[in-house]
């Protein structure tokens, strides 16, 4: 199992509604093929207006195929410039649990 860390930092005061976007119809649109969401967070200490999210997929290749086929959803295409207009900067990490994570 392998977990993806998407890092979001937005534009000062669009995490309400970045949030509220998602909330109504982004996830959706997301759970239906990238399926496996471990957490959705904001930040409230530390650096701010961040938001982050962490998926499960099984491998490198269940990511890219998942991510391939949310990327051709005409539905993700017209609502991904939505948020994408709330966001400054983006980051994503690949993480291998380590043999004694619980999440292993």
Same mark, same amino acid.
């Given at each position: +199992?392998?977990?993806? %860390?998407?890092? $979001?930092?937005?534009?000062? @005061? #669009?995490?309400?509604e $970045?949030?509220?976007?998602?909330?109504?119809?982004?996830? #959706?649109i997301?759970?239906?093929?990238?399926?496996?969401?471990? @957490? $959705?967070?904001?930040?409230e %200490? @530390?650096?701010?207006?961040?938001?982050?999210?962490?998926w499960? $997929?099984?491998?490198l290749?269940?990511?890219?195929?998942?991510?391939?086929?949310?990327?051709?959803?005409?539905?993700?295409?017209a609502?991904?410039?939505? %948020?994408? #207009?709330?966001?400054?900067?983006?980051e994503?990490?690949i +993480?291998?649990?380590? #043999?004694?994570?619980?999440?292993?």
């Amino acid at each position: +199992m392998l977990y993806e %860390i998407r890092t $979001y930092r937005l534009k000062t @005061g #669009a995490a309400p509604e $970045y949030l509220r976007l998602v909330g109504e119809e982004g996830i #959706a649109i997301q759970r239906r093929h990238l399926e496996n969401l471990v @957490g $959705y967070f904001v930040s409230e %200490i @530390g650096p701010l207006n961040q938001i982050v999210h962490v998926w499960a $997929y099984e491998g490198l290749d269940d990511r890219e195929r998942r991510r391939a086929s949310l990327a051709a959803d005409p539905a993700w295409r017209a609502f991904s410039p939505k %948020i994408q #207009a709330l966001i400054e900067t983006m980051e994503t990490k690949i +993480m291998k649990p380590a #043999a004694f994570s619980p999440l292993a």
